[in-house]
């Protein structure tokens, strides 16, 4: 479990839908850093890919409450249990789905890009594609869920 995301990758504000809308029943989540599976917006995918969003490229993301804006919108810190898949899509202004297996329970836009990534000697500025870091990390390993076109 993590407790505090220090290095995060970028801030957003997080809108939690209603259990109305398809949302947690719960509503926003309560813990110190909540994980989840979220998928970026990348604009016209419902029209072009079979069962979007849940048959996209997925990544795990970490949320680290860091204000509240009001009872459904909360700014985090935001990070990816593998960052560098990530990195190409951060940019501020950036549109998330965040989900809970094949349901959307918030969305996410990027407000702020807080520093760049350097991990396991991997440089990446924002030019990387799935394929490039599928094949850097070696066949079969590309460290998201989905499908790998």
Same mark, same amino acid.
């Not at 995301?5 to 209603?18: C, E, F, H, Q, R």
């Given at each position: 479990?993590?407790?505090?995301?220090?290095?995060?990758?970028?801030?957003?504000?997080?809108?939690?839908?209603?259990?109305?809308?398809?949302?947690?029943?719960?509503?926003?989540?309560?813990?110190?850093?909540?994980?989840?599976?979220?998928?970026?917006?990348?604009? !016209?995918?419902?029209?072009? %890919?079979?069962?979007?969003?849940? /048959?996209?490229?997925?990544?795990?993301? *970490?949320?680290? $409450?860091? &204000?509240?804006?009001?009872?459904?919108?909360?700014?985090?810190?935001?990070?990816?249990?593998?960052?560098?898949?990530?990195?190409?899509?951060?940019?501020?202004?950036?549109?998330?789905?965040?989900?809970?297996?094949?349901?959307?329970?918030?969305?996410?836009?990027?407000?702020?890009?807080? !520093?760049?990534?350097?991990? %396991?000697?991997?440089?990446?500025? /924002?030019?990387?594609?799935?394929?490039? *870091?599928?094949? $850097?990390? &070696?066949?079969?390993?590309?460290?998201?869920?989905?499908?790998?076109?």
């Amino acid at each position: 479990m993590i407790a505090e995301i220090t290095d995060p990758v970028a801030n957003a504000i997080v809108t939690w839908l209603s259990l109305n809308q398809g949302g947690r029943l719960s509503g926003p989540p309560s813990g110190k850093v909540y994980a989840a599976t979220s998928v970026f917006v990348l604009g !016209g995918d419902a029209e072009v %890919q079979p069962g979007w969003p849940n /048959g996209a490229q997925q990544l795990s993301i *970490l949320l680290d $409450e860091i &204000g509240r804006l009001s009872h459904k919108s909360q700014k985090y810190k935001v990070d990816f249990l593998v960052r560098e898949l990530a990195l190409p899509f951060i940019h501020p202004g950036a549109e998330l789905l965040i989900m809970e297996g094949p349901k959307i329970v918030a969305n996410a836009q990027i407000t702020e890009v807080t !520093g760049e990534v350097h991990d %396991q000697g991997l440089f990446c500025a /924002g030019r990387a594609t799935w394929m490039d *870091l599928g094949r $850097e990390r &070696g066949a079969g390993s590309t460290g998201f869920s989905g499908n790998a076109q």
